[in-house]
């Protein structure tokens, strides 16, 4: 019964993002008990509580890109046009370069290239970041770049790569409705 439950719920979230979780219905058909597992890592990315939904999704979209995963960043698209924000913006966290962005979402864009793309730091976005956001805000935006990065990991393990990234962020950004 669980299996049954397990599958209708994974195939209604792919039906609201408009985006397929083949790896996630692999782990369901594998072991409950790993089903369980991924679903304690999701809750624990999806909570958005500390800051607008423009902050938390740019930083899941440039946490997505860091790790060169294209279905990972049509997903992220899919949960950020579901949670409403604008085609154009979403573009605009696509293809946007330091600079072009208006702050505080510039300094999130910054700190998730260094942290996530990068490996490294970028102290003066973190406190931009920090005083825009409060410590809250600063934490959970950690979770959301890193925990995006961290799913495209789980998939390339499993088997499970998708498409080549540089063509795919192209066809990304520029498949975005011009609104």
């Known amino acids: 019964m669980f299996g ?8 209604r979230t792919e039906s609201r993002l408009g985006v397929g979780f083949p790896y996630v219905r692999r782990i369901a058909e594998t072991k409950t008990r790993l089903l369980l597992r991924y679903k304690k890592f999701i809750d624990f990315l999806d909570p958005n509580q500390d800051v607008p939904p423009e902050a938390y999704h ?33 573009r605009e966290f696509l293809t946007a370069a330091p600079g072009e962005l208006p702050a505080p979402l510039d300094d999130v864009m910054r700190l998730a290239d260094a942290v996530v793309r990068d490996r490294s730091d970028d102290p003066e976005a973190r406190e931009r970041v920090r005083a825009a956001f409060g410590e809250a805000g600063l934490i959970e935006l950690a979770f959301a770049m890193n925990g995006a990065a ?19 962020l192209s066809r990304l950004a520029g498949s975005e409705d011009r609104t």
Request: hydrophobic share 55%; proline share 3%; charged share 20%.
């Open 58 to 90: 740019l930083a899941r979209i440039r946490g997505a890109m860091a790790a060169a995963c294209a279905d990972c960043v049509e997903s992220e698209i899919a949960r950020a046009k579901a949670a409403g924000l604008r085609e154009s913006l979403i």
């Open 4 to 11: 049954a439950l397990s599958k209708a719920l994974i195939a």
């Open 150 to 168: 961290l799913i495209p990991g789980v998939k390339r393990a499993m088997g499970f790569a998708g498409q080549g990234f540089p063509e795919a």
